[in-house]
């Protein structure tokens, strides 16, 4: 009998590494990201993320620490279209030889022009293509119909670096794309329910655009794409006297921006914050907000919500 003990927990202990080594080191660049990639890769990807939830991958710094992490994994997801204009300094860095996936990569982008309006532009796999360009819109995520795409590039990124479980890499994405497909029918339908002159809403940055497309909802910010930009005291301005004009009352800050931009108009506009909008991260684990928003299906159902209980409120 204490042989065989003995032989069961040599055997357990060999095995354990083992199973860990199964599992392939992933690394994505920001939460809702990492979020994806956990849903796809399930039990044979583990994943950690750059930018914590909560972070604002607009401004972020990588440390020493990061550098190490990335060396020593063996996937790296980004989403691109020029979101993470430090992650390309990290990896060289970094000395990073595994597999790179870029989330976006394919997808037709949502462009500004100087004429204000924005343009799609195809972009064929493997064509090399201008992300540098400040006109592009990275928050490709706000827009369900595009996450088909990205959930695809995805899960064709793992099956290449671990083919011995491609297929359930690509079983478990079409089930997740199933999910997405649901919630972008339910979305569209509580936004249809809103007449469209009270489809408005205030954000601090230009991070919905993708969701305003989508949903033909007028978003406005004092901020541009980028949270690097600062409001100027003429915009701020002129959006309080558009406020007031079209008595605009969904009026919302964001988790990774501090609030104070939002507080000050809501203010001088002479209405409420309607709330919290989660734009470029997941919910902070056993922050206020909790689990509310810590995976991407939860977070664009919270911020559908919360956008049309506030446009149903307007008078």
Not at 77 to 82: A, D, K, P, R, Y
Request: glycine share 6%.
């Amino acid at each position: 009998m204490r042989k065989c003990l003995l032989a069961l927990l040599l055997t357990a202990m060999v095995a354990m590494p083992a199973a860990a080594q199964d599992k392939r080191k992933a690394i994505a660049s920001f939460s809702i990201l990492a979020d994806i990639v956990h849903q796809i890769g399930g039990e044979h990807v583990e994943v950690a993320t750059l930018v914590p939830a909560g972070g604002d991958g607009h401004v972020y710094q990588p440390s020493p620490a990061d550098a190490r992490a990335v060396a020593g994994a063996d996937i790296l997801i980004s989403n691109g279209l020029n979101f993470e204009t430090w992650l390309d300094r990290l990896v060289q860095a970094s000395g990073f030889k595994g597999t790179r996936i870029v989330a976006s990569e394919g997808i037709a982008p949502r462009r500004l022009k100087d004429d204000g309006h924005k343009h799609d532009h195809d972009h064929k796999p493997g064509q090399k293509h201008d992300h540098g360009a400040a006109d592009i819109d990275p928050h490709v995520w706000h827009d369900l119909t595009r996450m088909r795409r990205y959930v695809a590039n995805i899960a064709e990124g793992l099956a290449k670096a671990d083919p011995q479980h491609a297929e359930e890499y690509r079983k478990r994405a079409a089930a997740y794309t199933a999910q997405l497909d649901a919630l972008d029918i339910w979305a569209k339908a509580a936004f249809d329910a809103i007449p469209r002159a009270q489809r408005k809403a205030i954000t601090q940055h230009d991070a919905f655009g993708y969701l305003a497309d989508r949903y033909q909802i007028e978003f406005l910010a004092p901020q541009g794409m980028n949270t690097e930009t600062e409001a100027s005291a003429e915009s701020v301005a002129r959006l309080v006297r558009q406020i007031k004009r079209e008595r605009v009352q969904a009026l919302f800050f964001e988790n990774i921006i501090n609030p104070r931009l939002i507080e000050q108009i809501a203010k001088e506009a002479k209405v409420k914050v309607g709330g919290r909008l989660y734009s470029d991260s997941l919910s902070v684990p056993g922050s206020e907000a909790g689990s509310e928003a810590d995976s991407f299906l939860k977070l664009f159902r919270v911020n559908v919500e919360r956008l049309a209980d506030a446009m149903r409120r307007e008078s």
